[in-house]
């Protein structure tokens, strides 16, 4: 692409010294251009004046125009070549440069990839696990950090499938190499259920219904298991551990993950891709 810019500037400016050094040049293309002009408005206004008549001579006219066109490009060749390397190099430019156009905000990976989930990722299926009973995410040191968890929806099924086989390579990944049991807190939300959430304060949430990706299945809230328990708050340090680790993994997986936040959210992951 370099060589290209550095192309196009060259044949710039020599086209732009050779009219500005030669007069015989310039005076032609200006000549060119002003009988060009001229004939166009002569035929226009055939064309108003006598009709059919006008038009047919307008024809003529245009094969005219054409013909001398021709002859003043014969006469000057370099003109010829320069004028064609302005018009087409910058569309052409535009082109080669198209496939490597990126989305707004969308910024490209900066993390290291992670070998497991690379490997994983290009074949191997995974099943979703067993959920904990529903008691272990209504105890006191949960309700304290997510009030409102015991209403989530925890069905894998209703998860973009995509999303689901990255996010539990993610939990493979952290039990394998880390010694973590993850768990998903909530997946599917609906937009009633966020709208509820989004009301309770910015503090919870500042997306109300379908700007979350949870309403499209592709996010999912998580957290771990510690003696069967669930652990979400990050004031614990093994948790907080966790979910760097859990970020990383994700990341490399292809997924956003909450941590960086602004309004960090640690146990969140998102799959910013097609929506169902």
Same mark, same amino acid.
């Given at each position: 692409?370099?060589?290209?810019?550095?192309?196009?500037?060259?044949?710039?400016?020599?086209?732009?010294? %050779?009219?500005?050094?030669?007069? #015989?040049?310039?005076?032609?293309?200006?000549? #060119?251009?002003?009988?060009?002009?001229? $004939?166009?408005?002569?035929?226009?206004?055939?064309?108003?004046?006598?009709?059919?008549?006008?038009?047919r001579?307008?024809? +003529?006219?245009?094969r005219?125009?054409?013909?001398?066109?021709?002859?003043?490009?014969?006469?000057?060749?370099?003109?010829? /070549?320069?004028?064609?390397?302005?018009?087409? !190099?910058?569309?052409?430019?535009?082109?080669l440069?198209?496939?490597r156009?990126?989305?707004?905000?969308?910024a490209?990976?900066? +993390?290291?990839? &992670?070998?497991?989930v690379? $490997?994983?990722?290009?074949?191997?299926?995974?099943a979703?696990? !067993?959920?904990?009973?529903?008691?272990?995410?209504?105890?006191?040191?949960?309700?304290?950090?997510?009030?409102?968890?015991?209403?989530?929806?925890?069905? %894998?099924?209703?998860?973009?499938? $995509?999303? @689901?086989?990255?996010?539990?390579?993610?939990f493979?990944?952290?039990?394998?190499?880390?010694?973590?049991e993850?768990? !998903?807190?909530?997946?599917?939300?609906?937009?009633?259920?966020?709208?509820?959430?989004?009301?309770?304060g910015?503090?919870? @949430?500042?997306?109300?219904?379908f700007?979350?990706?949870?309403?499209?299945?592709?996010?999912? $809230?998580?957290?771990?298991?510690? &003696?069967?328990?669930?652990?979400?708050?990050?004031?614990?340090?093994?948790?907080?551990?966790?979910?760097q680790?859990?970020?990383? /993994?994700?990341?490399a997986?292809?997924? @956003?993950w909450?941590? *960086?936040?602004?309004?960090?959210?640690?146990?969140?992951?998102?799959? *910013?891709?097609?929506?169902?």
């Open positions: 692409m370099f060589l290209l810019s550095m192309l196009l500037l060259f044949v710039t400016a020599c086209l732009a010294g %050779w009219l500005l050094v030669f007069p #015989a040049g310039r005076n032609a293309a200006g000549a #060119a251009a002003l009988r060009l002009g001229l $004939d166009i408005g002569r035929a226009w206004q055939g064309i108003n004046a006598h009709g059919a008549h006008g038009a001579s307008a024809t +003529h006219k245009g005219a125009m054409a013909a001398r066109a021709a002859r003043v490009l014969r006469r000057y060749p370099l003109l010829t /070549v320069g004028c064609a390397a302005f018009v087409l !190099l910058p569309p052409l430019a535009a082109l440069m198209g496939g156009a990126a989305l707004p905000g969308v490209a990976p900066d +993390h290291a990839i &992670n070998g497991q690379a $490997d994983l990722l290009r074949g191997e299926r995974l979703a696990p !067993l959920p904990p009973p529903p008691a272990a995410f209504t105890t006191a040191e949960v309700t304290l950090v997510r009030p409102q968890l015991a209403s989530a929806n925890r069905n %894998w099924d209703l998860l973009d499938p $995509d999303f @689901t086989q990255r996010l539990l390579l993610v493979k990944v952290m039990r394998d190499q880390y010694g973590y993850m768990v !998903l807190l909530e997946g599917y939300r609906s937009p009633e259920r966020q709208n509820r959430l989004a009301d309770a910015g503090h919870v @949430t500042n997306a109300r219904a700007q979350s990706w949870h309403q499209f299945g592709l996010a999912g $809230d998580c957290a771990f298991l510690r &003696n069967g328990k669930v652990v979400i708050s990050e004031k614990d340090p093994w948790a907080m551990r966790g979910y680790l859990y970020g990383q /993994v994700a990341e997986a292809g997924m @956003t909450g941590g *960086r936040w602004k309004m960090m959210d640690f146990g969140h992951v998102e799959l *910013r891709a097609r929506r169902r």
